[in-house]
């Protein structure tokens, strides 16, 4: 055998053994190396997710939404009408569960199941930015509209389609109404897409009560009711550093606004159009409230930015003076503090207003106001963005895990519990902790338990 084939023996032997040497570090790597998508950084009780590429948007509202029990009660008799509802229900359901020492479940879970469903339908091509408040608005109305399809009825009467149990309305009144005695507003509404009264409605879903009083001869308009799902809520056009509280941001949302050429039934036939006040309330507060900081702002130059100001948020919430019913009440209290039942019809009837040392006279004077009682929300869940308008990343703060073991899904518990997320990176929190982060989304939910 010549030297020439002994070298190009020589060379298929170092080959080979190269080879052989490759396949052995690549085995030795996928058995002991680290295994993103079986394990947390942290090694955590609660599952993890798993970043798919710029999907840490996604990662931080379903880590929310898995801290909302109501959410996953309106899911469970929808997934069978959809992929959407199907995969949405089963994440959610892995997420609230609390994995136990070699119980042999993953600490990281992949939403691609989820990620197919909404491109199936163009959700997800459809989203401009990533952005989980707007993927949350498609994720709702994803369901809903694969729960139509499976329940094409319409209703026939508008109650049904706002879902007004008999608590709320009895013969066309609200029960505030009905103790006051008064004659109810006319509810007037053109709804676009009626829900059947035997389709269940979502735990976000709440109603917005808008009225107009015409500021020259005190006239009102009917009341008109529309659906929201989240509330926007914007920060004040003041310091980009200022701190403010989740109370004002709502006292400025429902604060009256001034309208313009308002044509009013009762004088504008013979003066022609006036001023009105417009007054926005809650007219019906859902079980689960979503609400929106708005912090992307443009300037007058067309320069977009990041408001960085503090939000400070409590852990339960009272809603009852955003509503319209504790509106009416406290206007028929402010009527009676003028002067009586007889004044007070006559100034319903010419619209006057109320002089505010009036009542505070008659309130020195020990006048007993009754306790209102409202429905407490508990903090569910935080998200947070962390960076600038270009880039940055969502991170969540979630209540829960809500199952552990055999233990009750309202197990307080196990509840009160706080837990930090980013994707796959799972690690315990405090409720301290929580109460200071930027806020970009916030998640309450009614409970039944008083406010501490």
């Not at 009750?408 to 200071?436: A, C, F, G, M």
Request: some cysteine; glycine content about 6%; overall charge negative.
């Amino acid at each position: 055998m010549s030297s020439q084939d002994d070298i190009e023996m020589d060379k298929d032997s170092i080959l080979l053994f190269g080879i052989t040497a490759c396949a052995l570090g690549l085995s030795l790597f996928i058995f002991w190396g680290p295994k993103l998508s079986r394990r947390g950084s942290y090694n955590s009780k609660l599952i993890g997710l798993q970043n798919l590429g710029l999907t840490c948007f996604l990662n931080s509202l379903l880590q929310a939404l898995a801290a909302c029990p109501s959410l996953l009660d309106w899911l469970e008799p929808c997934q069978g009408n959809g992929y959407v509802s199907s995969s949405l229900y089963t994440i959610l359901r892995v997420l609230c569960y609390e994995r136990q020492p070699d119980d042999g479940t993953e600490a990281v879970i992949s939403p691609e199941d989820l990620i197919y469903g909404l491109r199936r339908k163009n959700y997800w091509s459809s989203l401009q930015e990533q952005d989980p408040h707007e993927l949350f608005l498609h994720l709702i109305s994803a369901v809903e509209e694969e729960e139509q399809k499976a329940k094409p009825q319409r209703s026939n009467s508008l109650l049904d389609a706002l879902d007004l149990d008999d608590r709320t309305v009895k013969n066309g009144r609200d029960p505030e109404e009905q103790c006051q005695g008064d004659a109810p507003q006319v509810i007037s509404r053109s709804i676009q897409q009626p829900l059947s009264s035997s389709r269940l409605v979502s735990p976000f879903r709440g109603y917005l009560a808008s009225q107009l009083c015409c500021l020259r001869c005190g006239q009102k308009s009917a009341v008109v009711y529309d659906k929201f799902d989240t509330l926007s809520l914007a920060l004040p056009a003041q310091s980009l550093h200022s701190t403010y509280g989740l109370g004002r941001l709502l006292s400025d949302f429902v604060r009256a606004e001034l309208v313009d050429g308002f044509s009013c039934d009762g004088c504008s036939a013979e003066h022609g159009p006036s001023q009105a006040s417009k007054a926005i309330k809650i007219g019906k507060l859902p079980k689960c409230l979503c609400f929106h900081i708005c912090r992307t702002v443009i300037d007058s130059g067309g320069y977009i930015y990041k408001r960085e100001n503090t939000v400070v948020f409590p852990e339960h919430l009272s809603m009852t003076e955003y509503t319209h019913t504790s509106h009416m009440i406290n206007e028929k209290k402010k009527l009676k503090l003028k002067g009586g039942d007889a004044e007070m019809g006559a100034a319903v009837r010419n619209g006057s207003l109320v002089d505010e040392n009036s009542i505070a006279a008659a309130l020195n004077n020990n006048f007993s106001l009754p306790v209102m009682k409202g429905p407490i929300y508990q903090l569910k869940a935080v998200v947070e963005h962390r960076g600038t308008v270009e880039s940055g990343h969502f991170v969540t703060y979630r209540r829960g895990p809500l199952e552990h073991g055999d233990s009750s899904p309202t197990d307080t518990h196990h509840q009160s519990r706080w837990y930090y997320t980013s994707d796959n990176i799972v690690k315990k929190s405090s409720l301290n902790e929580v109460l200071t982060a930027s806020a970009y989304l916030l998640f309450y939910e009614k409970t039944v338990f008083p406010a501490l």
